[in-house]
């Protein structure tokens, strides 16, 4: 069965085709990244993005069945991003996504992208075992969930402000380092001594589990300004290294806590912030001495990409037929709206 994912969610355009039944693999994937775009504006510009995704969607659509030597004829299903994300670019892939279904009549599913990047790392790893629990880290989520089977999830934490991956960027932004800014930390941190500065781990204070991110970008932001530390000298390696630690720590450490309490087989990380080496070593060097099993996906699938879409989609598809596909009224969504409980939208 072949898959055509659609996802437009943010700033990348990205079409895949994949193969499910039989090879179960990737046949091809087609990525058009907007960072040259948005670079020099340190962030994301929502009509920059939109206006991208639809100049280049069918373009990238028609390379993809080129690559995978087919055409619409041999398409099973399309599986496309509904949300969350940035509305004006999740439309242009739902529409693109409706019109073609609706022409060539072939069945339609909606996945959600949070999910999604769940899901990837099932593209490498097909025996996860449930129940687990998944980490997503992204510029746009930070969201612990506890996953008894793949299609209802149990919400333990989210952030309270910003994401973990969105003060990576608004730091690097600051400092003038470039966008995205998770990469360029990533260069930093390794030349710098992470114990050289403390960061207060957050607590709520109401007692919940929940994430908070906005202490630590403020704190980095006011130590080179009461210190004079010059951005490129050592003691700024120093800060940054430590930050990264840091954050990652906090991250682990929730994770772990998860981990111990609940009746867990398998740990999954995903979202774009899951290819930081430091948080791949940490996360790895912790769980290698325990019985539950870490799954990273692949650094190529770690960012928002149509192949994670296309293989949710079809595990949707044929384990929920009965109205979860074929959906021309499916619309999108821009924010996660997470309950305690929540299923597949």
Partial sequence: MYILGIESSCDETAVAVVERGEKNAVICEQVKSQIPLHAKYGGVVPEIASRNHYEVIDYLTAEA??????????????????????????????????????????????????????????????????????LVVSGGHTTLFYQESKFEAKVLAKTRDDAVGEIMDKIAKFF?????????????????????????R???????????FSGYKTAVIRHPQSKDIKTG????????SSFLHSAVDYLLSKTAAASEELPVKSVIVSGGVSRNTLLRKKFRDYFSGHDIKLYLPSPRHCTDNAAMVAWLGYEKYIKLPENNYADFYLNAYSRATFREKSKHK
Avoid: W
């Avoid at 998770?182 to 050289?196: E, W």
């Avoid at 000298?233 to 940054?240: A, E, N, P």
């Fill in 65 to 134: 069945l080129k690559e995978a030597n087919l055409t619409c004829d041999d398409i099973d299903l399309i599986a496309l991003t509904r949300g969350p994300g940035l509305i004006g670019s999740l439309l242009v892939g739902l529409s693109f996504g409706k019109g073609l279904a609706l022409a060539q009549g072939i069945p339609l599913v909606g996945v959600d992208h949070i999910y999604a990047h769940i899901e990837s790392a099932f593209i490498d790893n097909p025996g996860i075992e449930y129940p687990l629990l998944a």
């Fill in 176 to 200: 003038g380092l470039g966008y995205p800014g998770g990469p360029v930390l990533d260069k930093i941190y390794k030349d710098g001594d992470s114990k050289k500065f403390q960061f207060t």
């Fill in 202 to 212: 957050p607590r709520m204070s109401d007692g919940s589990a929940d994430f908070s």
């Fill in 233 to 240: 000298s050592q003691v700024f390696k120093d800060l940054i």
